[in-house]
């Protein structure tokens, strides 16, 4: 048996006709740039993920990077973002001259620990960026607390965690405005890159409207000097075909991760995920730890299993973050995460048997090691 990381055939051949149909509609209509099909989608990803607006652009990092312009932030402002993010987090902190200030997670959850948070904040702070990683909602409560004390925004990077929530409230939902991203890979993906904003906030969504495209929103009369960062008709419309199935592909994501914790507890030092109290994970990604990451990954790889490593180097190590200075060590949670860290097959259509193959698989691993 070969089990491929990430496999989309579960998903893409049930609705191929539904999905080939939406695009022939867009095909048909010869109007492709922010018609009704963006609409439609804006207005239902509003619904589904209960607030008031959803504005659809590029890609999951121009969400985050027009959120921050929207808010007013820039140069000689602070940013909280997570040691351990992908780096798009710190990018979008990039774009607007701010400056990046990492907290360290919580290594039981991976999402930012908010005990940690008081500390980085400075009288420079203008905003947190809490990333809902891996599909699980962070401590929204308590973060909203801090940054109400502190009169700072917060702007959840939702990309990984659609449809998760906390104390049963949805993230993308707790902040002044938030980011998502629809890559392919993500719980809710087009067939290319695409992304979006949601805020409860109507003159920020206008805000956001105008942003994206030109800074325009009457063609050829630009109020500000905009980006061109919008969602297009095709990949709008393959969302909302796939939109009203996402909730029974969370609950076949769950039901994938339940096998892996009932199958993998207790071997050597792997180190299953967990889920903090009152909060729902949508396991856009499945990732355990152990200090033998390298090896159990080659072993997998020989039996035919893929997984990948989300991430191997934390922002803080990468080259281009160099110019802020941060040595090793500086940030040593991240630095063990990225050590220890491997994501195993997880997608919707996985079957107990395909799960039951990769636990033996790793069984065999620690069976045989010292």
Not at 251 to 272: F, K, S
Request: charged content about 15%; some cysteine; aromatic content about 10%.
């Amino acid at each position: 048996m070969t089990i491929p990381f990430l496999s989309f055939a579960p998903q893409h051949q049930p609705i191929r006709e539904e999905v080939l149909a939406a695009i022939s509609r867009v095909y048909d209509s010869q109007w492709y740039v922010l018609g009704q099909e963006v609409a439609a989608f804006e207005a239902a990803y509003a619904g589904f993920n209960g607030v008031g607006h959803c504005v659809g652009v590029a890609n999951g990092l121009d969400a985050l990077h027009l959120a921050l312009v929207a808010l007013g932030i820039g140069p000689g402002d602070e940013v909280i973002v997570p040691s351990n993010t992908y780096i798009a987090t710190w990018l979008a902190v990039s774009y607007v001259g701010a400056t990046p200030v990492p907290v360290e997670p919580d290594p039981a959850t991976f999402n930012l620990d908010p005990d940690r948070l008081e500390a980085a904040i400075t009288p420079r702070t203008r905003a947190i960026m809490p990333v809902h990683l891996y599909g699980q909602a962070c401590q929204m409560s308590r973060i909203l607390e801090i940054a109400r004390r502190s009169n700072l925004f917060v702007v959840e990077d939702n990309a990984q965690a659609q449809g998760a929530a906390e104390h049963g409230r949805l993230t993308g939902s707790f902040g002044q405005v938030n980011a998502t991203s629809f890559y392919p890979g993500k719980n809710l993906g087009a067939l290319g890159d695409a992304g979006a904003l949601t805020t409860d906030d109507a003159e920020l969504a206008t805000r956001l409207r105008t942003l994206r495209n030109y800074g325009s929103q009457k063609k050829y009369f630009n109020e500000v000097v905009g980006y061109n960062s919008r969602l297009d008709e095709l990949q709008a419309a393959v969302l909302g075909v796939k939109l009203p199935y996402l909730t029974r592909w969370t609950q076949e994501r769950q039901q994938v991760a339940a096998l892996y914790q009932q199958q993998l507890a207790g071997l050597g030092d792997l180190i299953l995920p967990a889920t903090a109290p009152g909060c729902t994970h949508v396991y856009h990604l499945y990732v355990v730890r152990t200090a033998r990451r390298d090896a159990l990954q080659a072993h997998l790889a020989a039996a035919g299993i893929g997984s990948l490593i989300h991430y191997p180097i934390p922002p803080h190590r990468q080259q281009a973050y160099a110019s802020l200075g941060y040595l090793p060590g500086a940030f040593p949670i991240a630095e063990e995460l990225a050590a220890t860290c491997l994501s195993l097959p997880l997608w919707p259509g996985l079957t107990e048997e395909q799960v039951a193959f990769v636990a033996t698989g790793i069984k065999a691993f620690f069976m045989r090691q010292p």
